[in-house]
C-alpha cells in the first residue's frame, strides 16, 4: 500500500479497510485480519493498525469479541457508505467547484464530460 504524506497512515488504513467492506473481501459479522496480521501484510508497525482498529470500532463499523477478535459489524456497509458521501459532499465537491471557478470551467463542460464517462 503506498501511503500519501498529506494525511495520518491510520485513516489510510481505516479507508482501506471500509474498501474491503464496500466490495465484500468482509462480510457483516465475519472476522477481519487480526492486528498483527493486518500490519504484518501491510509492513507497518501494529500501534498504528490498532489506531485503525480503534476508530473503525468508534464508528461502529467493526466490534471486538474480547479473546477472538475483531469483526464487521452489521449494517457496516451503509454506514461507510453514509460517511464516505458526507466526507465527498462537504470536502472534496467543495474543493472540486472551487476549482472549476478558479479555471471557468461551465457545468455544461462538466455535465458533457460525465454523460460521455457513463457511455464508455
Known sequence: MDFK??????L???????GEIL?????ENER????REYASGLEVN???????????QNKDIIFNKRGIGYFVAEGAAEKIL????EMF????????????DILKISIN????????????
Open 12 to 18: 489510510q488504513i481505516a479507508d482501506k479497510i471500509c
Open 46 to 56: 501494529a500501534n498504528t493498525v490498532v489506531r485503525s482498529y480503534d476508530f473503525l
Open 5 to 10: 504524506e498529506s494525511r495520518p497512515i491510520y
Open 23 to 27: 466490495t465484500g473481501k468482509f462480510a
Open 109 to 120: 463542460e462538466i455535465v458533457e464530460l460525465y454523460n460521455q464517462r457513463n457511455k464508455s
Open 82 to 85: 453514509q460517511m464516505r458521501r
Open 32 to 35: 477481519i485480519p487480526s492486528v
Open 89 to 100: 459532499m462537504n470536502e472534496q465537491l467543495k474543493d472540486f467547484f472551487n476549482e472549476i
